[in-house]
């Protein structure tokens, strides 16, 4: 039994009546140019007046004319019939197109990696890929409010309704030293930062959030100096000597023109009383609305997923020189 309370609106029929009749000024008029008769003219008009709880027309006048309410909805309902328009015709484009364009966001560190590669994989493909970057926090809003079809993030947990996540791969965090830097005996973080300021990602992104959290957890009092939103500045800074940094190998490799002048070290080197530090991670998913694209995703997560087993996750291996346990660990 439907609920007295709930709203009701009108279909697009009577929408259409009133309009043909507005526009031709007569019952019979609208009759004529809808191809129905008079008599369902007239019940489309009182299920309206019924829907609004309004008079429509002034029947004491001859003819009727429409009052100021009936004037209101025939504004509203000429635009409404109008976006339907658009709306259909655009669908139906879409359909009609032998190629799809696909928005994907991503952060800038898969973009640097895993950019060119869906950009090749795809380009022969029946969708186009418009592919751009940003702050974790932006993408994930863009999704959730239709700018974007598919976001590529760190960010676990569910977005609003209808929005699914499948895991892509983890990377480990990592301390990053200059080369040119000797300290073989690494103790904790803090003892590391009273000779070697860190440069810090700041706490507006998401790695510089999660670095905080690590360092308070694990007792780390490290002096605050200098801070950035992006990766660029921070390894700029470590590789001129001038501080160390915690970043992920997939971050490293966004900006490798630095690598020669960097020290990479697992965060298990570090210790305090004996104890080696505990990992640090994050984790990329693939965010998409669900029944929207079709074999896309599948296919999309898949050609990731092999791409960083096969071609990324080697190369960052070889250049930082880490061990198989401090490199990018794939979902399968």
Same mark, same amino acid.
């Given at each position: 039994?439907?609920?007295?309370?709930?709203?009701?609106?009108?279909?697009?029929?009577?929408?259409?009546?009133?309009?043909?009749? &507005?526009?031709?000024?007569?019952?019979?008029?609208?009759?004529?140019?809808?191809?129905?008769?008079?008599?369902?003219?007239?019940?489309?008009?009182?299920?309206?007046?019924?829907?609004?709880?309004?008079?429509?027309?002034?029947?004491?006048?001859?003819?009727?004319?429409?009052?100021?309410?009936? %004037?209101?909805?025939?504004?509203?309902?000429?635009?409404?019939?109008?976006?339907?328009?658009?709306?259909?015709?655009?669908?139906?484009? &879409?359909?009609?197109?032998?190629?799809?364009?696909?928005?994907?966001?991503?952060?800038?560190?898969?973009?640097?990696?895993?950019?060119?590669?869906?950009?090749?994989?795809?380009?022969?493909?029946?969708?186009?890929?418009?592919?751009?970057?940003?702050?974790?926090?932006?993408?994930?809003?863009?999704?959730?409010?239709?700018?974007? +079809?598919?976001?590529?993030?760190?960010?676990?947990?569910?977005?609003?309704?209808?929005?699914?996540?499948?895991?892509?791969?983890?990377?480990?965090?990592?301390?990053?030293?200059?080369?040119?830097?000797?300290?073989?005996? #690494?103790?904790?973080?803090?003892?590391?930062?009273?000779?070697? #300021?860190? &440069?810090?990602?700041?706490?507006?992104?998401?790695?510089?959030?999660?670095?905080?959290?690590?360092? %308070?957890? %694990?007792?780390?009092?490290?002096?605050?100096?200098?801070?950035?939103?992006?990766?660029?500045?921070?390894?700029?800074?470590?590789?001129?000597?001038?501080?160390?940094?915690?970043?992920?190998?997939?971050? &490293?490799?966004?900006?490798?023109?630095?690598?020669?002048?960097?020290?990479?070290?697992?965060?298990?080197?570090?210790?305090? %009383?004996?104890?080696?530090?505990? #990992?640090?991670?994050?984790?990329?998913?693939?965010?998409?609305?669900?029944?929207?694209?079709?074999?896309?995703? +599948?296919?999309?997560?898949?050609?990731?997923?092999?791409?960083?087993?096969?071609?990324?996750n080697p190369d960052i291996v070889a250049a930082l020189s880490l061990g198989k346990e401090d490199a990018i660990s794939?979902?399968?």
């Amino acid at each position: 039994m439907q609920d007295s309370s709930a709203k009701r609106y009108p279909e697009w029929d009577p929408l259409m009546t009133w309009v043909a009749l &507005i526009q031709t000024g007569s019952v019979s008029g609208a009759s004529r140019q809808l191809g129905i008769s008079q008599a369902a003219v007239s019940q489309r008009v009182k299920l309206l007046e019924e829907i609004f709880d309004t008079p429509l027309l002034d029947r004491t006048s001859r003819p009727a004319l429409p009052t100021a309410a009936g %004037n209101r909805l025939y504004e509203h309902a000429t635009a409404t019939l109008r976006s339907a328009d658009q709306m259909m015709e655009g669908v139906r484009r &879409i359909s009609r197109s032998k190629r799809q364009i696909v928005r994907l966001g991503c952060t800038d560190s898969f973009a640097a990696a895993g950019g060119p590669i869906i950009i090749r994989a795809l380009s022969s493909t029946a969708h186009q890929i418009r592919l751009w970057s940003g702050s974790t926090d932006v993408l994930e809003r863009e999704l959730e409010q239709r700018q974007l +079809d598919i976001a590529i993030t760190p960010v676990e947990g569910m977005l609003s309704d209808g929005i699914r996540k499948v895991k892509l791969f983890s990377e480990p965090f990592v301390a990053a030293l200059p080369a040119s830097w000797e300290w073989d005996k #690494p103790g904790t973080l803090t003892d590391l930062s009273r000779s070697l #300021p860190l &440069i810090r990602y700041s706490a507006r992104s998401r790695n510089g959030k999660c670095i905080e959290a690590y360092l %308070n957890a %694990n007792g780390d009092a490290v002096e605050r100096t200098c801070e950035f939103d992006t990766t660029e500045p921070v390894l700029s800074m470590v590789s001129s000597g001038l501080g160390f940094t915690l970043t992920t190998p997939l971050c &490293i490799w966004q900006a490798r023109h630095n690598i020669p002048q960097l020290r990479v070290l697992p965060l298990s080197a570090f210790h305090r %009383n004996g104890t080696r530090y505990p #990992p640090l991670s994050r984790t990329f998913y693939l965010s998409y609305r669900e029944s929207e694209l079709g074999p896309l995703v +599948d296919e999309l997560r898949n050609l990731i997923v092999q791409a960083f087993s096969r071609q990324v996750n080697p190369d960052i291996v070889a250049a930082l020189s880490l061990g198989k346990e401090d490199a990018i660990s794939v979902a399968v």
